[in-house]
């Protein structure tokens, strides 16, 4: 894939540029600011559009969510290139418009802690998978953004016992995790999970339905 870096940190932008390119992507240009990231996908040259942007949270010129802010306005105008969000935090509001905007986007979407910058087989996955346009968000990040907030739309037809299986789900939990956290057998943990499928409409193929069906838990509230 053709990848433009947007992080402050030079060992750290050095050293996803070398692992991406050892990896066969090729890597056009990074920056170090978010009106640098602004200003490279403004008009750029169509040698020097990327497939997928991995951007940084926190960067200059303010040092807050520069960068995320930076992401959430350039999908407005190229939904088709892949965002894939690095930080340090679990997220703000930002984080939740883009992720709950992610379904419509012809591009895929990440949204990484930087911890996991560091297991480089988890790393190059995501990469593989928001750059096929797949969705790929930490589970500490998603339970973050689920606030308990009372269910509206679509997620209004789920049971408390649902919707505590889907919060689950968000939080990156197996089926056989779920069980034993639930303290329910096997199939009846499948049967609430075909259930949530079916009302949330995620048919065979709907993609990752898992994933999927968290955005819209995300979505909602």
């Not at 306005?73 to 992720?99: C, F, P, T, V």
């Amino acid at each position: 894939m053709r990848i433009g870096i947007a992080e402050d940190v030079a060992l750290l932008r050095e050293g996803i540029t070398s692992l991406l390119e050892q990896h066969g992507h090729t890597v056009l240009w990074s920056v170090s600011d978010a009106n640098e990231l602004r200003a490279r996908m403004h008009t750029p040259a169509d040698d020097q559009m990327p497939e997928l942007l991995i951007v940084d949270v926190r960067m200059p010129p303010d040092n807050t969510d520069d960068g995320l802010r930076a992401a959430v306005d350039i999908r407005k105008n190229h939904s088709a290139i892949a965002m894939m969000i690095l930080s340090q935090h679990l997220g703000n509001e930002y984080a939740k418009e883009l992720l709950a905007g992610a379904p419509e986007a012809s591009g895929g979407t990440g949204y990484l802690l930087k911890e996991r910058v560091g297991r480089v087989t988890d790393f190059l996955t995501a990469i593989d998978t928001v750059g096929n346009g797949g969705v790929s968000i930490d589970p500490k990040v998603v339970a973050a953004l689920l606030d308990a907030g009372p269910a509206r739309g679509t997620l209004a037809t789920l049971t408390d016992r649902e919707r505590e299986v889907l919060a689950h789900m968000a939080e990156g939990h197996t089926n056989e995790q779920i069980t034993k956290l639930l303290h329910l057998s096997a199939p009846t943990i499948e049967r609430h999970i075909s259930s949530i499928f079916t009302k949330l409409n995620l048919s065979e193929h709907s993609g990752n339905k898992r994933v999927l069906a968290v955005l819209e838990h995300i979505k909602a509230n």
